[in-house]
């Protein structure tokens, strides 16, 4: 959950539910936080609870495979694969977590979707088989190459390998969800009880396309009220991530507003989303190679971690932007429960 927590509100943007990541390189940076002089002193005052993930996910992929072959206990522990494309900066994390899967008993292999072999019903990488595809791999970016490389997509027809998320996670993964669940027209979907929570909780969103509609019980013209009140709105992809694609209404002139307006009507899948509360801290900063620093306020952008529907982890981003996205130069630290002794 891409989240924002102030003093008068907690706002999410975002879900990131087709395949969260983030979940090793968190945990290690919460051992290493702890290591240091500065977080053992801060400790002798203060009690810190570090956040960890790791365990976590190995547990969805074991239940899941369970579920998958009937209910019973493995007779061995599955092979778990890590599948996304070549040569992206993540796989320092795949490294991360096949070394954890194997440390526990459980084989792992980093592979992508060109080592792939579906033969005799069994999913392969390079002659080893596969029990769980613990899925890295974006649908949008599987679609280009799915033709040419569809062993994956023929094992997951097939039923033959458990895969984690699976492609379905791609319907609650776009960020539309958020412009279902603040739109008048499906108010009978819920309850009061869920209502009351989107309210308090869910920013209004909207596909961005020339129609009428309602915000705050007022009938508007979308694009022309969206013309209008950029600053408390933002245009974003329903479906992208690192920041590419969006728009923010208070940080663009008037002609910067009004090609962003024409770019999002264009390409025909984007959402207008009222802006949230966010929360902002001043942090020490390095500024140089030298070892100078700074102390300079970042944006502050929280990251609940979802496992079975259940948040048990978390890992917050910091952004000099209005942007927080690691890709878009925003880094990312772990998250301690802090109180007093």
Not at 66 to 86: M, Q
Not at 127 to 139: A, C, E, F, M, W
Request: charged share 25%; glycine share 6%; proline share 4%.
């Amino acid at each position: 959950l891409d989240s924002f927590l102030t003093d008068e509100a907690y706002s999410y943007v975002e879900l990131n539910g087709e395949s969260p990541a983030g979940i090793a390189f968190a945990d290690s940076a919460t051992k290493i936080f702890e290591s240091l002089p500065v977080m053992r002193k801060f400790s002798e005052r203060y009690s810190l609870q570090g956040l960890e993930g790791r365990s976590k996910l190995l547990n969805v992929l074991v239940d899941c495979f369970t579920e998958f072959i009937g209910g019973k206990k493995p007779e061995r522990a599955p092979t778990i694969a890590i599948v996304d494309l070549d040569d992206l900066p993540t796989i320092k994390e795949f490294e991360l977590f096949k070394e954890y899967f194997e440390s526990n008993g459980y084989p792992a292999i980093i592979c992508s979707p060109s080592e792939l072999e579906f033969k005799n019903e069994r999913l392969s990488c390079n002659g080893t088989p596969i029990d769980i595809v613990y899925k890295r791999l974006l649908v949008n970016e599987y679609l280009p190459i799915m033709e040419a490389q569809p062993d994956l997509l023929n094992a997951y027809r097939a039923g033959t390998v458990c895969m984690v998320n699976s492609f379905r996670g791609k319907l609650v993964h776009k960020k539309a969800i958020f412009a279902v669940l603040t739109n008048e027209r499906y108010k009978y979907l819920f309850n009061a009880e869920e209502l009351s929570a989107i309210d308090k909780h869910i920013p209004w969103t909207r596909k961005f396309v020339a129609e009428k509609t309602e915000n705050k019980g007022e009938s508007i013209d979308l694009v022309e009220w969206t013309r209008s009140n950029s600053h408390k709105l933002v245009l974003k992809p329903n479906d992208d991530y690192g920041g590419n694609g969006i728009y923010i209404g208070w940080n663009s002139t008037e002609t910067e507003w009004d090609d962003a307006i024409a770019i999002a009507l264009k390409d025909g899948d984007y959402l207008v989303q009222e802006r949230v509360k966010t929360a902002k801290e001043t942090f020490p900063m390095f500024i140089d190679d030298e070892g100078n620093w700074e102390m300079t306020e970042q944006l502050v952008d929280l990251d609940p971690l979802l496992f079975m529907g259940k948040v048990g982890a978390a890992f917050t981003r910091l952004s000099s932007t209005e942007l927080a996205n690691v890709s878009s130069g925003g880094g990312m630290v772990p998250t301690f429960i802090i109180s007093d002794k």
